[in-house]
């Protein structure tokens, strides 16, 4: 919809598409669909193994949650976007 809209890509627009080629092995397809997604896989796959174990782990998981990494991840979406619809 984004797309139809705009003509940009949003920072998500494949994802869908790039876990299904993930799932069927297609490495080079889903990088094609979203690189970005694809390299934050771990960090997500680490948000989800945190958000787990925030009890027993409190230091880890406030210290990831702190402010600077939010705003870290978030820039690096915003920098994905541009570069994405603009650069490449």
Not at 11 to 19: D, I, T, Y
Not at 24 to 31: C, E, F, N, T, V
Not at 40 to 46: K, R
Request: proline residues 5%.
């Amino acid at each position: 919809m984004f797309l139809r809209m705009t003509g940009l890509e949003c920072p998500g627009c494949g994802a869908q598409r790039m876990a299904h080629a993930l799932l069927h092995g297609d490495l080079r397809s889903a990088w094609e669909y979203n690189s970005f997604l694809l390299l934050m896989l771990p960090l997500l796959a680490f948000m989800a193994w945190l958000e787990t174990r925030r009890k027993r782990l409190p230091k880890l998981y406030a210290g990831f949650y702190s402010l600077p990494v939010i705003v870290g991840i978030a820039a690096s979406v915003v920098a994905w976007f541009i570069v994405r619809n603009f650069i490449i």
